[in-house]
């Protein structure tokens, strides 16, 4: 069956369209992907997965004349994706939000095919929001703050990579997983090798900070302060990072969130201040709201910071965060094409 997905720009969007596409082309699906000419999609393109780049740009946060133009090209977009429509005939559209998913979702409702929304965070995205009256089915990554129609909506995860939960190592002194997502994050590598730096323990640290701006995090830490110290643009297997860290302090996006909680860690969460519709900080307190980490604002001090990190690091909070998740995040892929694909 031909199946178009649309997906693109960040992780967020990306990752968990990627682990859905694996595994509908491993049942021997053709998927066509919808992605955007600026993402991280084309480095991450399985192979046989055909991959249309589009022009979409996004409307919310920004200049009335940047407003206009959004609204040109997505009309422009929408003609480009109509034709992918006539030429291919898919079959199914899954859109997995962000504003390469609009003219996807709209011309899918054009033509009548069947369209399923996948929303990762708290709070419905703009793209979702439009398409819902027309989807068979929006699938929830975490759950939502606010579900007024309840059966649109089917709580099955956000989809990660298959996770292999091990043993955790014993250290003397705490270990601190540091990660910005997948595009790194400038207020996480200034300021927490300052507070790092001075809080009043030994510790353990790794810190991803995003493409090309390892050397200069690293140079911001005192490197004798450190029993382990780390610093790497990314890691080829950040799972086993989280895995072997005490806690994380990581920005709020859906994916970083449902990673963090389904590897049955805790997290200090610095949501994103100017996140549309505040949704990094909706994530964060449904993972506080579980018992599963504590939140920090950009708005406070770096010597709030320190504070609070000696706090958790004396009092070991981090280990009543260490449990296990209320939501099975490595089964969502799984749950996602069963219903898709099963029931309809």
Not at 45 to 52: D, E, I, V
Not at 108 to 128: C, D, K, S, W
Not at 176 to 199: C, E, F, R
Not at 274 to 293: C, E, L, R
Request: aromatic fraction near 12%.
């Amino acid at each position: 069956m031909k199946i178009f997905v649309s997906a693109g720009g960040t992780g967020g969007h990306v990752f968990p369209a990627l682990e859905f596409i694996k595994l509908a082309m491993a049942n021997g699906h053709t998927v066509y992907w919808f992605g955007t000419k600026r993402g991280i999609e084309r480095n991450n393109l399985p192979a046989n997965c055909h991959l249309f780049e589009i022009n979409a740009v996004g409307y919310r946060g920004k200049r009335f004349l940047q407003k206009l133009f959004s609204i040109f090209r997505l009309v422009q977009t929408i003609f480009a994706v109509a034709i992918k429509f006539i030429k291919y005939k898919p079959k199914k559209v899954l859109c997995f939000g962000g504003y390469v998913s609009l003219p996807v979702g709209l011309v899918a409702v054009l033509f009548r095919v069947p369209i399923y929304l996948h929303e990762q965070n708290t709070v419905l995205g703009t793209a979702n929001k439009i398409l819902l009256k027309f989807a068979k089915k929006c699938f929830l990554g975490l759950p939502l703050i606010d579900t007024q129609n309840n059966g649109h909506f089917e709580l099955t995860g956000n989809p990660i990579r298959k996770i292999l939960l091990e043993p955790d190592q014993e250290y003397d002194t705490a270990s601190i997983y540091i990660t910005g997502g997948s595009q790194g994050a400038n207020y996480l590598n200034d300021v927490i090798p300052k507070a790092l730096n001075k809080v009043n323990h030994r510790l353990r640290v790794v810190h991803q900070a995003g493409e090309g701006s390892s050397e200069l995090v690293i140079n911001a830490y005192l490197k004798n302060k450190f029993d382990l110290l780390v610093v790497k643009d990314f890691f080829d297997d950040p799972f086993a990072e989280i895995q072997k860290a005490d806690f994380v302090i990581s920005r709020s996006g859906a994916l970083s969130v449902s990673e963090i909680t389904s590897l049955n860690k805790g997290g200090l969460y610095i949501p994103l201040h100017n996140s549309i519709d505040d949704h990094q900080m909706h994530n964060a307190k449904y993972a506080v709201g579980v018992g599963m980490g504590e939140i920090f604002s950009e708005s406070e001090s770096l010597d709030d910071l320190i504070d609070k990190l000696n706090e958790i690091i004396e009092q070991r909070s981090y280990l009543s965060w260490q449990k296990n998740s209320e939501l099975d995040h490595s089964q969502a892929a799984e749950k996602i094409y069963n219903h898709i694909f099963d029931y309809d």
